[in-house]
């Protein structure tokens, strides 16, 4: 049960032009996103996240987007550069009954082509 | 405050071995996470710890791994008598609370690339 979709495995881009990644989520009850980056042979970065109670958060270059009707997140980058190429992961803290793990979807690889 | 240490980063065994992972969380953090990536997925949950408590051991195999955080030293991660299936990536992660609720992220390690022969 994938309960946070990434349905694009890829995306590619020219330098200076905007990236978005999408993420889809099934679980009504996740209320928290985060946004992490990993660059090959390395742990997964943090990058940005956002609360439910905001449809928005910016931070320099990127942008997450969150709508919960469509339960649907975004990550924007703008302007791409080419040491963005990474794969970005997705992901909501699941909490139940004093447990907690992230839920990760599968990633999505960038390349920014300069 | 250095960050999430994890060792060996690289570790080979033969199949009928054991392999030890280490994890020594960010100082002050109180919860670690260890999950693991095979090639082309996502991140999968295996176990969630606190000190000399396991939390969650839900997304781990029921045979063969274990998982522990002693009150002093790094947390391990034990596979016994590997198997070929066991290779993969495995990431340890810790915070200093739970991360719903507090607007907080999980830091990860560099990982832990276990290739079984």
């Not at chain 2, 396991?54 to 002693?70: H, N």
């Not at chain 2, 607007?103 to 022969?117: I, K």
């Amino acid at each position: 049960d994938q309960q946070v979709k990434q349905n694009s495995p890829s995306l590619s881009v020219q330098e200076g032009r905007i990236s978005i990644l999408n993420c889809d989520y099934t679980n009504s009850m996740f209320d928290y996103f985060l946004w992490y980056k990993k660059y090959p042979a390395e742990g997964p970065t943090f990058l940005i996240s956002i609360s439910s109670i905001k449809d928005k958060n910016e931070d320099g270059r990127f942008t997450v987007f969150l709508n919960k009707s469509a339960k649907h997140l975004s990550l924007h980058i703008v302007p791409s550069q080419p040491g963005d190429s990474a794969v970005y992961f997705c992901a909501a803290p699941a909490t139940q009954g004093g447990s907690e793990k992230l839920v990760f979807g599968k990633g999505t690889k960038l390349t920014v082509n300069p | 405050n250095a960050g999430v240490m994890q060792n060996p980063r690289h570790l080979v065994r033969r199949r009928g071995q054991e392999a030890r992972l280490r994890c020594s969380p960010m100082k002050g953090h109180s919860h670690v996470y260890w999950y693991r990536q095979l090639p082309e997925e996502g991140l999968k949950f295996m176990v969630y710890l606190q000190k000399e408590n396991i939390i969650d051991e839900s997304g781990m195999p029921k045979e063969r791994f274990s998982a522990e955080f002693p009150k002093e030293g790094p947390s391990i991660l034990r596979i016994q008598q590997v198997v070929r299936g066991d290779s993969a990536a495995y990431f340890c992660a810790s915070s200093p609370y739970l991360i719903q609720g507090t607007d907080t992220e999980a830091f990860f390690g560099q990982g832990t690339r276990l290739t079984v022969v």
